[in-house]
């Protein structure tokens, strides 16, 4: 089988400080491929502000027929010449480039540069010929060996040197300045960088005043791309800005792909003259849908966008407005239209004076201040009008319809009385004795953004590692983890996991560093075969939790979720396996496997939820739960390199085991582990906590009751642990290491109740109810608006059911509906918020 373009590619990319990503066969946009069929990426530009990690690299390398690209960004820029005419003039202006790539025509030159200040553009004639691409953040370019689709032939390097050989940081430097070099090299082949910035009305403005025809809708959408500065910008779009002619901007209407809030979203929706696209999901629209979509119109709503978009061109409606070639109809719509304008129009307005904290220019401030009346929405749901008589203390028109079957509360079926845990309980227990200790104290000081909850996880890992099968503790537990770490995107996970791997090479012991991760339970199987000592640090680890709880995986896969647990219980022992027709089953003595995982928590639950606490996988693990602002620039205090003390005393822990430099094997089992001590009053008060802990897990329901019945159990490994990285000769498990390990599993077991209740239901119709509160609850302070989570319900149920939902949660006092702007600003709707 011949190795596609990105297995040839992709790997040597990425060592050199590039983001290769996945191009579509035949195709030059990013691609995705499952269910054995290839389709477009969403979000791929994403790798433009951050690297895919090794796990994709190796995951995308397995796609047939795949070919490559290269996310521009991060300091990487292209410039596209297509215009061969000028190709010499715009050489000899440019910086040699000492890496180059040719297609079709033309020829691509790569730089680096700084791309906060060096912006995307195309550079075209006023006749929208295209001269040169300037590709920097949100932008992409296909790779040699990759196919061109037009030729049939593989795109190839014009240059002896190629992105495989010279890094990122020896391509030729940009000045920032460049994009202006562009366009005055280009002014006699006909570019006007004036053109860009000029605003010319429309000479011809039609007359609408009787009838719109599909010919009078092609012109409004026609008009509008040629004269984007006159409508575009009252929109009041999230990160909005011009880019010359173009107009970037984040599409409030979705949510991200990959989970951010509104003020660490890319601006990917991006207009221009030649077309209106959604980069983040390669979807396209005309200027009407824009409108209608940012205004939150639907689609009876249709004619309101046409109105609003013809009036900022300058067309005449006339007084008497037929939008549907049907006069009488269309009379009586303007007029109960301007009633009900005058009537919201006040009610905005109390609001707005009512709410100083609303940003300044958002969409409605700026209509009013212009004199034009907000759009209004011709068929209000029921629940929207309850809401706004809420709010405004003016009586609902239309009365409210009935909320269907009224079940019981669910946040009653599932009780618990359990709060979810805060940023300072975790902290506050994140300063652990001994090794571990160290560990943390290295990993936190040698990083610009430090947390010491996300240091504790690889740090407990690594030294129940070195201790495994050598030790045991008083109750014959051993040190193997389970650990997952949750934290929002861009906190900086990915640093723990490097320090320690760091640390493990110095101290010549990354022999006990597993893989990132598995395809089948038959690799887990032989990886402990090969060393029964092993910690797995996993990166995405919500994707693989996604893969073996799947109903629909293979067997091959879902049997990894079975092994784990089984591995779990059976460090003190024997674990025997499963044969297969292929292979017999090979006994593993003492297996002492450990996980760190690290992933967001809209990744991990979704997939764990039920499932992994009816089969006893769930309460196996420590969920350590991160959450705030991280923190960042902040002066590290710790070079990247371990203090000798660290490596001396991992070292000492494998030394004090008798196993040298000698790997373990699993065919033989350790007869005599070092046995932990008891310290005073450590007994009496594990066995307390266990009882209470019991005692807690009866007074909840059945379906939770079990997230507390491993508690002390993985309690007892923590305090073993950190025991051991005290004295690894004699190690004491004392009170105080009781109290603390019992505490730290307490934060875990309380927050997977928390989360996880809202994800339990009794049938179908309450696992809905459940749904819908949690997605208003994990909105948090910014709130969702109705058309969100219309998107977010994307055919799961009836919309119908969604309104009956909406409107039950808003009776039950456990949500409210608010006119706000989100806490960074921009156009304020009506958003649900939880109570």
């Not at 208003?776 to 919309?799: H, P, Q, R, W, Y």
Request: charged share 25%; hydrophobic share 40%.
């Amino acid at each position: 089988m011949i190795a596609s373009p990105f297995t040839q590619a992709g790997p040597g990319l990425f060592e050199n400080g590039y983001s290769p990503i996945p191009i579509m066969p035949n195709s030059k946009l990013p691609g995705t491929y499952a269910d054995d069929s290839w389709k477009a990426a969403k979000g791929w530009n994403d790798y433009c502000t951050t690297r895919p990690s090794q796990l994709q690299i190796n995951y995308w390398s397995k796609w047939p027929n795949a070919g490559v690209g290269v996310a521009c960004g991060l300091g990487l820029i292209c410039i596209d010449i297509d215009f061969e005419p000028a190709m010499d003039a715009l050489l000899a202006m440019l910086p040699q480039s000492n890496v180059q790539k040719k297609g079709r025509k033309g020829i691509s030159l790569f730089y680096r540069g700084n791309t906060d200040a060096i912006r995307s553009r195309n550079f075209r004639t006023p006749d929208r010929v295209g001269l040169v691409d300037l590709l920097a953040e949100g932008k992409q370019t296909v790779l040699p060996p990759s196919i061109h689709p037009d030729t049939g032939e593989p795109y190839y390097w014009w240059t002896d040197d190629t992105l495989l050989d010279v890094r990122l940081d020896q391509l030729t430097e940009l000045p920032d300045d460049i994009a202006e070099r562009i366009g005055e090299a280009l002014k006699p082949y006909g570019y006007d960088p004036q053109a860009d910035r000029r605003y010319e009305p429309p000479t011809d403005i039609p007359d609408v005043s009787q009838c719109h025809s599909t010919d009078f809708f092609r012109k409004l959408n026609e008009d509008a791309l040629a004269n984007l500065h006159s409508w575009v910008g009252k929109l009041a779009l999230p990160k909005g800005r011009w880019l010359g002619s173009k107009y970037r901007a984040v599409a409030p209407w979705r949510s991200s792909g990959s989970g951010r809030p509104m003020a660490k979203r890319h601006p990917n929706l991006s207009f221009d003259p030649s077309g209106i696209q959604d980069f983040g999901t390669m979807e396209t629209f005309t200027p009407i849908n824009v409108v209608m979509k940012a205004m939150e119109l639907g689609e009876a709503q249709r004619d309101a966008a046409v109105q609003w978009l013809g009036e900022q061109l300058g067309y005449n409606f006339g007084v008497e407005i037929d939008l549907r070639s049907r006069r009488k109809e269309a009379a009586l719509m303007a007029e109960a239209a301007q009633r009900d304008a005058a009537r919201i129009a006040s009610r905005e307005k109390a609001i707005l004076e009512a709410a100083p904290s609303m940003e300044p220019g958002s969409w409605v401030e700026r209509q009013m201040a212009a004199g034009i009346t907000p759009w209004v929405k011709t068929n209000p749901q029921p629940y929207e009008l309850a809401a706004l008589a809420t709010i405004t203390g003016v009586p609902a028109t239309v009365p409210a319809e009935p909320a269907g079957e009224a079940a019981e509360d669910p946040s009653t079926d599932a009780d618990h009385n359990e709060t979810t845990p805060t940023m300072a309980e975790l902290e506050a227990l994140c300063h652990p004795p001994g090794l571990v200790g160290g560990i943390m104290d290295w990993i936190a000081a040698s990083t610009s953004s430090p947390s010491r909850p996300l240091a504790l996880g690889p740090a407990l890992g690594f030294v129940g590692t070195l201790a495994g099968r050598h030790h045991a503790g008083p109750t014959n537990l051993r040190t193997n983890l389970y650990i997952v770490a949750l934290a929002p995107a861009g906190y900086g996970k990915d640093h723990p996991r490097k320090a320690l791997s760091r640390l493990a090479v110095e101290a010549g012991l990354d022999r006990y560093l597993g893989p990132e991760g598995f395809l089948s339970d038959s690799a887990l199987r032989k990886t402990i075969e090969h060393n029964p000592s092993q910690l797995s640090l996993m990166d995405e680890f919500g994707a693989f939790i996604a893969k073996i709880m799947d109903r629909r995986a293979g067997t091959h896969q879902s049997s990894i979720r079975q092994m784990l647990m089984q591995m779990f219980t059976s460090a003190d022992s024997l674990y025997k396996g499963t044969a297969s027709a292929a292979e017999s089953a090979v006994p593993i003595y003492n297996p002492n496997f450990s996980i760190y995982g690290t992933s967001t928590p809209h990744d991990f639950w979704p997939s764990m939820s039920g499932k992994g606490i009816s089969d006893g996988f769930l309460p196996r693990w420590l969920v350590l739960t991160i959450t705030g602002d991280p923190a960042d620039g902040v002066e590290p205090k710790a070079s990247l390199e371990p203090p000798t003390k660290l490596i001396e005393d991992c070292r000492a822990i494998i030394t004090h085991n008798g196993a040298g430099n000698l790997g373990d094997s699993s065919s033989r089992p350790i007869l005599r582990p070092r046995v932990a001590d008891w310290g005073v009053g450590a007994k009496e008060r594990w066995m307390e906590l266990r009882l209470a802990f019991k005692r807690r897990g009866e007074a909840c329901s059945p379906d939770l009751a079990a997230l507390w019945t491993r508690t002390m159990e993985v309690a007892l490994r923590i305090a073993h642990i950190v025991a051991i990285g005290v004295d690894p000769i004699r190690p004491v498990l004392t009170r105080d290491l009781v109290d603390w390990a019992a505490k730290l599993m307490e934060l875990s077991t309380r927050h997977c109740i928390v989360e996880v209740s809202d994800r339990l239901a009794l049938n179908d119709k309450q696992a809905e109810y459940l749904k819908v509160r949690r997605w208003i609850k994990e909105a948090g302070s910014d709130g969702v608006t109705s058309s969100t989570l219309k998107k977010m319900v994307n055919g799961e149920f009836d919309l119908r059911r969604l309104n009956d939902i909406t409107q039950q949660l808003l009776e039950s006092k456990q949500i409210e509906q608010r006119f706000a702007s989100t806490k960074t600003g921009g156009r304020p709707s009506h958003r649900w918020f939880a109570l």
